[in-house]
């Protein structure tokens, strides 16, 4: 039977981890996350959740208890943004490291300085290369089917999921979501079998410091050095896009939703020029496709969902036909491009895919990107690759002099 109510996406967030029957909670309050948590801590206190809330100092604390709660075999779960996203960056790097099935929302803000409450996807790009797994999503009902896809992903490969999803734009934005039955996701998602063993009778050191090398322990085994734990890691995330394209058609099999496994297209099927994007920003890009073909330009979309692992043979596929690709993102790597933009590029290159590449800035610190702006971009940029401008990056609706 279908329970549609009208949510935030926060709420959504939270009814993800409530059916995922998480175990552990710990949370730090910091703008726009605060009531993922906030949610979740009021379902624990009333007896709704059967879960252990743990209030900490600090982001850094609070990622610290997931790491342990994990360990210990917990099924766990948290939230935040922007600085508090920062100040984990430490022990984000240790939760991927000890390969634990972590879950994390990011609920996107920019970063200082100057201060800013509002939306980019800075923070979690910032952190790309911490071994987390990251799926962006597009809508409420995306975020609280993800967060129950995120589990079933991590406890299969052994790695973290950040969930992101921008702040304010859908964190604090009503919309239809329908919650799934709570047996339909257990039969869905099966119990966290955890990896780690933690037992009086078998003591043992957890994360201890190791040589370069590999070397025999005590009983004679041959054990990793740290290189060959990275390789592992490395495999697992790189083996993960079969794990995350299998969940997500599992998931449409059992709640009729299917949200594209690794990305997404709109239109591209006799698309003249193919427009890129991640989160809320590729929903408006096509609204702007839809204005361009208005106009006799055939546009297209390719939304990528996740990240990390980078979707580089689904790209290449996507992009195969590709006459011209622009590429707009709420992030920036700075001293360079667009990280987006930048890893289309490189998953392109060698391929004999010559489509040239534009890539725009845009909605850093919230602000406001509307279909008809990204529609006029792309014409802008197909009149400059006409005159023969095959790269470009365009800071969109900024003061650049």
């Known amino acids: 039977m279908s329970n549609v109510q009208i949510m935030t996406g926060n709420s959504a967030a939270a009814y993800g981890a409530r059916l995922a029957k998480v175990q552990v909670v710990s949370a730090y309050p910091i703008t726009p996350s605060t009531s993922v948590t906030e949610t979740?801590?009021?379902?624990?206190?009333?007896?709704?959740?059967?879960?252990?809330?743990?209030?900490?100092?600090?982001?850094?604390?609070?990622?610290?208890?997931?790491?342990?709660?994990?360990?210990?075999?917990?099924?766990?779960?948290?939230?935040?943004?922007?600085?508090?996203l920062l100040y984990m960056h430490e022990q984000?790097?240790?939760?991927?490291?000890?390969?634990?099935?972590?879950v994390m929302c990011c609920i996107n803000r920019g970063v200082g300085a100057p201060w800013s409450i509002f939306n980019d996807q800075q923070d979690s790009i910032a952190q790309r290369d911490t071994g987390w797994i990251q799926i962006y999503c597009r809508d409420n009902q995306e975020i609280l089917d993800s967060v129950i896809q995120a589990y079933r992903i991590a406890e299969e490969v052994y790695?973290?999921?950040?969930?992101?999803?921008?702040?304010?734009v859908l964190s604090h934005t009503m919309m239809p979501v329908d919650i799934p039955d709570a047996d339909q996701v257990c039969r869905f998602l099966p119990p966290y079998q955890?990896?780690?063993?933690?037992?009086?009778?078998d003591p043992r050191n957890i994360n201890p410091v190791i040589f370069p090398w590999q070397r025999r322990d005590a009983e004679g085994v041959l054990r990793d050095g740290y290189m060959d734990m990275r390789w592992?890691?490395?495999?697992?995330?790189?083996?993960?896009?079969?794990?995350i394209v299998r969940t997500s058609r599992d998931f449409a099999e059992h709640f009729g939703r299917d949200p594209g496994g690794m990305l997404w297209s709109y239109r591209t099927d006799d698309a003249e020029v193919f427009i890129a994007g991640m989160g809320s920003l590729a929903t408006e890009a096509t609204m702007a496709a839809d204005l361009l073909r208005e106009q006799g330009i055939r546009?297209?979309?390719?939304?990528?969902?996740?990240?990390?692992?980078?979707?580089?043979?689904?790209?290449?596929?996507?992009?195969?036909?590709?006459?011209?690709?622009?590429?707009f993102e709420k992030d920036i790597s700075y001293g360079y491009e667009g990280?987006?933009?930048?890893?289309?590029?490189?998953?392109?290159?060698?391929?004999?895919?010559?489509?040239?590449?534009?890539?725009?800035?845009?909605?850093?610190?919230?602000?406001?990107?509307?279909?008809?702006?990204?529609?006029?971009?792309?014409?802008?940029?197909?009149?400059?690759?006409?005159?023969?401008?095959?790269?470009?990056?365009t800071w969109l609706n900024c003061v650049t002099e």
């Open 339 to 393: 990280a987006l933009s930048a890893d289309i590029k490189a998953a392109l290159y060698g391929t004999g895919i010559a489509a040239p590449v534009h890539n725009f800035i845009a909605g850093l610190g919230g602000r406001d990107v509307k279909a008809g702006e990204l529609a006029d971009a792309v014409r802008a940029s197909l009149a400059a690759i006409t005159a023969g401008e095959r790269e470009r990056q």
């Open 92 to 102: 984000l790097h240790w939760a991927a490291g000890s390969r634990l099935p972590i």
């Open 232 to 243: 592992k890691l490395q495999h697992a995330l790189e083996e993960s896009r079969a794990v």
């Open 159 to 168: 790695c973290p999921v950040m969930v992101c999803y921008d702040g304010f």
């Open 40 to 84: 979740i801590a009021n379902w624990v206190e009333r007896g709704e959740l059967k879960a252990e809330y743990v209030r900490v100092e600090s982001e850094h604390s609070v990622m610290t208890v997931c790491i342990s709660a994990s360990t210990v075999g917990a099924r766990v779960f948290t939230s935040t943004s922007s600085h508090g």
């Open 194 to 201: 955890p990896h780690t063993i933690l037992c009086p009778e």
């Open 299 to 327: 546009a297209g979309v390719i939304g990528l969902r996740v990240y990390r692992p980078f979707p580089r043979a689904e790209v290449r596929a996507a992009f195969r036909q590709a006459p011209a690709i622009v590429v």
